[in-house]
């Protein structure tokens, strides 16, 4: 069994607005390991992206308790949390927040510079990172308005990876791109995590759920199953109808 690097015990997590309570997320136990493509899947509203933002430190549970490693990371304050999710967490969201107001490489120049102070260092991590997500040299000194999606995505993606993360965070990283961006999306966060970059993600696309090696269903606020596929490999067929008869079971 691969190590735990992320758990829950008893996450719960309640909004409330206008005197209503809304239950999202109920007496979670969860274990995320260490090195695997985890999705979330479920209907919409169960509550994923909820799980995501506590699991990644960027909202605070309700009740429980979530441990990154050995560190228990709900009791943090806003700003420890701040750090803690710069030093150990990468995000990828459907909206790509890039700055608009400076190059590709500037953005990844400057999360990098977050943490480390050794521009050169972070230069040549840059270069290689957006060299193994296939984005070419062309793309680095534009701005993100000039790329396709798809493009825009992956130098996201690089940014994500700059600070050489714990886990990745992705939710419906591939929600705005049309199907072939969706594809070298998918091929990149597919390349970064058998290279042993832990990931997460949240989605609905049963294309991206097929890159999963572990997938989670939360539904009424539990993870009522979860389905093993092991590594991913193209056109696998056994693995295909493995996910589809376990959504199936799931009432997807
Ligand atoms: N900040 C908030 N304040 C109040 N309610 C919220 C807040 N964030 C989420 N919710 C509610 O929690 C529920 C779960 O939302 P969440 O976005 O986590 O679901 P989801 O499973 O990711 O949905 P979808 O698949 O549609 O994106 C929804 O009913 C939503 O309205």
Redesign the pocket.
């Known amino acids: 069994m691969n190590e735990i690097i992320l758990s829950t015990q008893k996450l719960c997590k309640t909004?409330s607005?206008q005197g209503n309570q809304?239950h999202?997320l109920k007496n979670l136990d969860l274990n995320i390991y260490r090195g695997d493509f985890t999705v979330i899947m479920?209907p919409?509203?169960?509550?994923?992206?909820?799980?995501l933002y506590a699991l990644s430190g960027m909202d605070k549970p309700t009740l429980g308790t979530i441990q990154f490693s050995n560190k228990i990371i709900s009791d943090l304050s806003n700003d420890q949390l701040a750090i803690f999710r710069r030093q150990h967490c990468g995000f990828v969201f459907q909206q790509i927040y890039l700055l608009d107001t400076m190059s590709v490489m500037d953005n990844v120049m400057a999360a990098g510079l977050l943490l480390s102070h050794n521009r050169k260092d972070i230069l040549n991590r840059a270069i290689q990172l957006f060299k193994s997500v296939g984005l070419p040299k062309s793309c680095w000194s534009q701005f993100s308005s000039q790329l396709s999606g798809g493009e825009a995505q992956r130098a996201g993606i690089v940014r994500a990876l700059i600070n050489q993360p714990e886990i990745i965070f992705a939710d419906e990283p591939t929600g705005q791109l049309n199907s072939a961006s969706s594809t070298d999306v998918l091929n990149t966060l597919t390349k970064v995590n058998q290279l042993g970059q832990s990931i997460i993600m949240?989605t609905?696309d049963l294309q991206s759920a097929r890159r999963g090696n572990r997938i989670l269903y939360?539904q009424d606020g539990v993870i009522r199953g979860e389905c093993h596929l092991g590594p991913y490999q193209p056109n696998n067929q056994k693995r295909h109808e493995l996910l589809t008869s376990f959504l199936i079971e799931m009432g997807w």
């Not at 919409?44 to 799980?51: D, E, F, I, Q, R």
């Open positions: 909004f607005s809304q999202i479920g919409s509203g169960a509550g994923k992206s909820t799980l949240v609905h939360l």
